[in-house]
């Protein structure tokens, strides 16, 4: 008869099966298949990270925080949700989800439909996000607007924020980036001559700030960069780049971020000038 005891130190076994499913994801599931145990040290890592882009993804997010709130609890980090649920009740269901999930500190929200009430919620819930890309204003004020979540509640939201995108207009989410204590990097999309010097003025409020990274598109970089040869930037952390996904903001691995912080320390060694605000796409 097969021997099926296992032959290692639990803990030596466990490190070796997570290595094998970081390493190879796509060997994570027949992973889970081999024995009970790994299922349990594995399984959690298939649901740290959900995009949540189909109606099956979100149904089986639902189903593995309503079965399992504890490993929600503690394994949820990072959410990319690029929709609005279709329904009022999923998406009721799916903030009351993400609420649950305590440990969630990045996230990606592409509809500005609902996201005012996804943010008032998280931050309800006690959560506290280190990067977020998406709407975080309906023309934000210091006392919140109707569409907007209340101010109060996006500052405890966003206080330990290091990376943010916003995809709103810039003056409207002014009085936001200005008042985060952690904000290392901030992302914006700028069309008009007009945001160049909203740019300009938010910069002498951020003494603190990085890289103030301009993004374009990267289907369309060629003709972007001829029609943004008319900006001039006074400050020499604004730096123009492009972007594969929408939410390149959060994820881990070279993004637009690096690249950024890259061209800026290219001027502080002089290598380049104060004004060359196009990072290198080589």
């Known amino acids: 008869?097969?021997?099926?005891?296992?032959?290692?130190?639990?803990?030596?076994?466990?490190?070796?099966?997570?290595?094998?499913?970081?390493?190879?994801?796509?060997?994570?599931?027949?992973?889970?298949?081999?024995?009970?145990?790994?299922?349990?040290?594995?399984?959690?890592?298939?649901?740290?990270?959900?995009?949540?882009?189909?109606?099956?993804?979100?149904?089986?997010?639902?189903?593995?925080?309503?079965?399992?709130?504890?490993?929600?609890?503690?394994?949820?980090?990072?959410?990319?949700?690029?929709?609005?649920?279709?329904?009022?009740?999923?998406?009721?269901?799916?903030?009351?989800?993400?609420?649950?999930?305590?440990?969630?500190?990045?996230?990606?929200?592409?509809?500005?439909?609902?996201?005012?009430?996804?943010?008032?919620?998280?931050?309800?819930?006690?959560?506290?996000?280190?990067?977020?890309?998406?709407?975080?204003?309906?023309?934000?004020?210091?006392?919140?607007?109707?569409?907007?979540?209340?101010?109060?509640?996006?500052?405890?939201l966003f206080g330990a924020v290091t990376h943010l995108e916003v995809f709103d207009e810039l003056r409207d989410a002014t009085p936001l980036l200005t008042a985060l204590p952690c904000l290392t990097h901030i992302a914006i999309s700028m069309p008009s001559i007009d945001g160049q010097r909203a740019v300009n003025d938010i910069m002498r409020s951020l003494p603190h700030l990085q890289v103030f990274c301009i993004v374009w598109s990267i289907n369309r970089w060629s003709t972007r960069r001829k029609s943004t040869s008319q900006f001039v930037f006074t400050d020499a952390r604004v730096v123009m780049c492009l972007y594969e996904e929408w939410f390149d903001a959060i994820v881990d691995g070279p993004s637009y971020w690096e690249l950024a912080e890259g061209h800026v320390a290219k001027k502080v060694r002089r290598e380049i000038p104060d004004d060359e605000s196009w990072a290198s796409v080589e």
């Open 1 to 156: 008869m097969t021997d099926l005891q296992p032959r290692l130190p639990p803990e030596l076994e466990r490190q070796i099966f997570a290595m094998a499913a970081a390493l190879y994801p796509s060997i994570t599931v027949p992973l889970l298949l081999v024995a009970r145990r790994v299922l349990i040290w594995i399984e959690p890592t298939l649901y740290a990270s959900p995009i949540l882009e189909e109606k099956s993804h979100l149904d089986a997010f639902l189903r593995i925080v309503a079965r399992n709130p504890e490993m929600a609890r503690g394994t949820v980090r990072q959410v990319i949700l690029p929709c609005t649920p279709g329904t009022t009740a999923a998406q009721d269901a799916l903030r009351t989800a993400l609420s649950a999930c305590k440990r969630l500190d990045r996230l990606a929200v592409g509809s500005c439909i609902w996201s005012a009430a996804l943010l008032a919620d998280l931050s309800a819930a006690g959560i506290r996000l280190t990067r977020f890309a998406g709407h975080v204003t309906g023309h934000v004020t210091g006392h919140g607007t109707a569409g907007a979540a209340p101010f109060s509640s996006l500052r405890l």
